[in-house]
Nanobody, 115 residues
Framework: EVQLVESGGGLVQAGGSLTLSCAAS????????IGWFRQAPGKEREGVAC????????YYAESVKGRFTISRDNAKNTVYLQMNSLKPEDTAVYYC????????WGQGTQVTVSS
C-alpha cells in the first residue's frame, strides 16, 4: 500500500523559511518522479515543484522559482521542499505525490505565512 506522509509545515512570517518532508513507502521510491503540490483555500490544487526519480533535474512553478528547492534522499525514501523568502500567497496545504497517475493523497501539511 502506497503511503505519503507530509510534515514540516507551520506558521511563519513573510520572508521566513520552512522545510517540508514527504516520507514515502509502499513502492520502489527511486522509480518515480515526485512532486510537491499545494492547495490554498478556495483554489484548485497546483503543482509547485517536481524532481526525477534519480534526483538531479528539478522543475518549478514560476511563482516559486528561485525561492523553493526540491530535493530527495532515495536512501530514506524522502522528498524535501526547502522554502525560503516565503510570501503570504504561499499559504496553503502542501502535498506530495507522484508525477503522472496520482496515488491517493496524504493529509498534507499546512503552511501559513503571515504578513
Amino acid at each position: 500500500e502506497v503511503q505519503l506522509v507530509e510534515s514540516g509545515g507551520g506558521l511563519v512570517q513573510a520572508g521566513g523559511s520552512l522545510t517540508l518532508s514527504c516520507a514515502a513507502s509502499g513502492f520502489t521510491f527511486d522509480d518515480y518522479a515526485i512532486g510537491w503540490f499545494r492547495q490554498a483555500p478556495g483554489k484548485e490544487r497546483e503543482g509547485v515543484a517536481c524532481i526525477r526519480g534519480s534526483g538531479g533535474r528539478a522543475y518549478y512553478a514560476e511563482s516559486v522559482k528561485g525561492r523553493f528547492t526540491i530535493s530527495r534522499d532515495n536512501a530514506k525514501n524522502t522528498v524535501y521542499l526547502q522554502m525560503n523568502s516565503l510570501k503570504p500567497e504561499d499559504t496553503a496545504v502542501y502535498y506530495c505525490n507522484r508525477i503522472g497517475t496520482r496515488w491517493p493523497w496524504g493529509q498534507g501539511t499546512q503552511v501559513t505565512v503571515s504578513s
